[in-house]
């Protein structure tokens, strides 16, 4: 009798990598990990809750703020990629400059409605926006995608001109243009990592499959999906 699948459940940034990975793993190894998405807020919830599943990906702090509440099995967290903010626009339209600060500062004010996401990356952004002065003139201007949306879905369908959110999340919907990523200088990199939840039964089997996805094995997989391995 074969064993029952894993379970895995992650936030939407890194859907579309561990895809590809688990199912290079399966391929592998012969063992099966079935992979779940969500707002990374739900995700954190959900598994708060007591959901069984049997592997976690989050940032790396909500990742922490788990273990450290007793929900993840201590010493079990793997750092598997590091994931940086896009700019993008619906597809055939012309790209603004955002080739410095200042650029992008002129891109946030010229655009009609702008998104970005309500996790790590759009909490930095409206951090930044604070920071320049404008998100008190800004909110009647954001959209905000409900949990589990893309940003690139409002970009698509013409709800929003201009959008900010991991790179792994716009590369590959259509009706989308990536501008490119922000500039060094106010660019944001978040750590993504792996824990292997107290509710699961086959703990030795999830932390194999954590260390196949932080081995330098799975970089070239990181890679064109515009991420960075952690090990790097």
């Given at each position: 009798m074969s064993e029952p699948d894993l379970m895995l459940i992650s936030s939407m940034a890194t859907r579309e990598v561990l895809a590809e990975l688990l199912s290079s793993y399966q391929r592998q190894t012969g063992v099966s990990v079935r992979a779940e998405a969500a707002?990374?807020?739900d995700?954190?919830?959900r598994v708060q809750a007591g959901e069984r599943v049997d592997i976690v990906v989050l940032a790396s702090n909500a990742i922490d703020t788990l273990m450290?509440?007793?929900?993840?099995?201590?010493?079990?967290r793997r750092d598997l990629v590091r994931s940086g903010i896009a700019v993008a626009v619906?597809?055939?339209t012309p790209p603004p400059d955002i080739s410095n600060e200042a650029a992008v500062q002129q891109a946030v004010r010229g655009a009609k409605r702008l998104s970005y996401s309500t996790g790590p990356s759009g909490v930095y952004l409206e951090n930044m926006f604070e920071?320049?002065?404008?998100?008190?003139?800004?909110?009647?201007?954001?959209?905000?995608?409900?949990?589990g949306v893309a940003v690139g879905t409002l970009l698509a369908d013409g709800r929003v001109?201009?959008?900010f959110q991991q790179l792994s999340e716009l590369l590959t919907l259509p009706g989308v243009d990536v501008v490119g990523p922000l500039p060094a200088e106010i660019q944001s990199i978040t750590l993504f990592s792996g824990g292997v939840s107290v509710t699961c039964a086959r703990?030795?089997?999830a932390r194999a499959v954590?260390?196949?996805m932080a081995s330098p094995a799975a970089a070239a997989v990181k890679e064109r999906h515009g991420m960075q391995s952690a090990l790097e």
């Amino acid at each position: 009798m074969s064993e029952p699948d894993l379970m895995l459940i992650s936030s939407m940034a890194t859907r579309e990598v561990l895809a590809e990975l688990l199912s290079s793993y399966q391929r592998q190894t012969g063992v099966s990990v079935r992979a779940e998405a969500a707002g990374g807020v739900d995700v954190a919830k959900r598994v708060q809750a007591g959901e069984r599943v049997d592997i976690v990906v989050l940032a790396s702090n909500a990742i922490d703020t788990l273990m450290n509440g007793g929900q993840l099995l201590s010493g079990s967290r793997r750092d598997l990629v590091r994931s940086g903010i896009a700019v993008a626009v619906p597809a055939g339209t012309p790209p603004p400059d955002i080739s410095n600060e200042a650029a992008v500062q002129q891109a946030v004010r010229g655009a009609k409605r702008l998104s970005y996401s309500t996790g790590p990356s759009g909490v930095y952004l409206e951090n930044m926006f604070e920071r320049w002065g404008m998100l008190a003139e800004l909110r009647s201007r954001i959209v905000v995608p409900p949990p589990g949306v893309a940003v690139g879905t409002l970009l698509a369908d013409g709800r929003v001109d201009l959008g900010f959110q991991q790179l792994s999340e716009l590369l590959t919907l259509p009706g989308v243009d990536v501008v490119g990523p922000l500039p060094a200088e106010i660019q944001s990199i978040t750590l993504f990592s792996g824990g292997v939840s107290v509710t699961c039964a086959r703990p030795d089997a999830a932390r194999a499959v954590l260390e196949f996805m932080a081995s330098p094995a799975a970089a070239a997989v990181k890679e064109r999906h515009g991420m960075q391995s952690a090990l790097e």
